[in-house]
């Protein structure tokens, strides 16, 4: 009898008593349960990193780069002043630190400074739009300051109205236009800068300035 148990015991020791294909089964199992376990580790760990990187790209986009698809997409979107004023308008073009834009029912293209807007109300796809990486190399005009501009349109002599901060309005043509201010020789709107029609003159920081509507050559200036 005590033969038989050792010969028992020498089996079980050996694992003669186990069938090798549950053996097999039982850590096909394991495997592929820690498989698992890895691959969902490894997933979490990606879209955290995802999301983490995603967090710092959009916290170094600047205004500038989310105006940029609402010029490219002719998104329309209601721009919201300083002053109060709420314009619904079309972007048409965007410079270092203005935008051009055309308000609806008015085909004067007018160019805003953007320091001068408070808000830009846009639908939520277009929100989401304006996040994605711009793939496309900006324009050249998007190297034009306000500042330029203003140059171009004093050596264009194209009259203008301005909006002031103080909510008043001045019509006139730009003479010249230095670092951060601006020459305006007032004259009436529809008139031409003629000696007989300038009716006063006015320096004008560019910080006083909320936007300059052109009464002609918005075509020229866009292209």
Same mark, same amino acid.
């Given at each position: ?120 109300? #846009? ?50 043509? #730009? ?49």
């Amino acid at each position: 009898m005590a033969e038989v148990d050792s010969e028992i015991c020498g089996k079980l020791a050996r694992g003669e008593h186990r069938s090798p294909t549950v053996v097999d089964v039982e850590w096909e199992h394991l495997f592929d349960d820690l498989e698992g376990q890895l691959a969902a580790e490894w997933e979490a760990q990606r879209v955290a990193l995802d999301a983490e990187s995603e967090r710092l790209r959009i916290a170094k986009l600047a205004l500038h780069e989310r105006l940029r698809s609402t010029v490219e997409g002719a998104a329309p979107v209601v721009l919201e002043l300083l002053s109060g004023d709420r314009w619904q308008v079309t972007p048409e073009a965007l410079g270092a630190d203005w935008l051009g834009v055309c308000a609806e029912g008015d085909p004067r293209l007018r160019i805003v400074p953007l320091d001068a807007v408070e808000s830009v109300a #846009v639908d939520h796809g277009t929100m989401l739009t304006s996040l994605r990486v711009q793939t496309s190399a900006p324009a050249l005009r998007e190297r034009m300051t306000f500042g330029f501009v203003l140059r171009d349109l004093a050596r264009r002599r194209i009259p203008v109205q301005l909006g002031m901060r103080s909510g008043t309005s001045l019509h006139g043509t #730009v003479d010249r236009a230095g670092a951060d201010h601006l020459d305006l020789a007032l004259h009436d709107a529809g008139e031409q800068r003629r000696a007989r029609t300038v009716q006063g003159f006015r320096i004008i920081p560019f910080a006083a300035v909320l936007w300059v509507r052109l009464t002609s050559g918005s075509a020229d200036l866009l292209g």
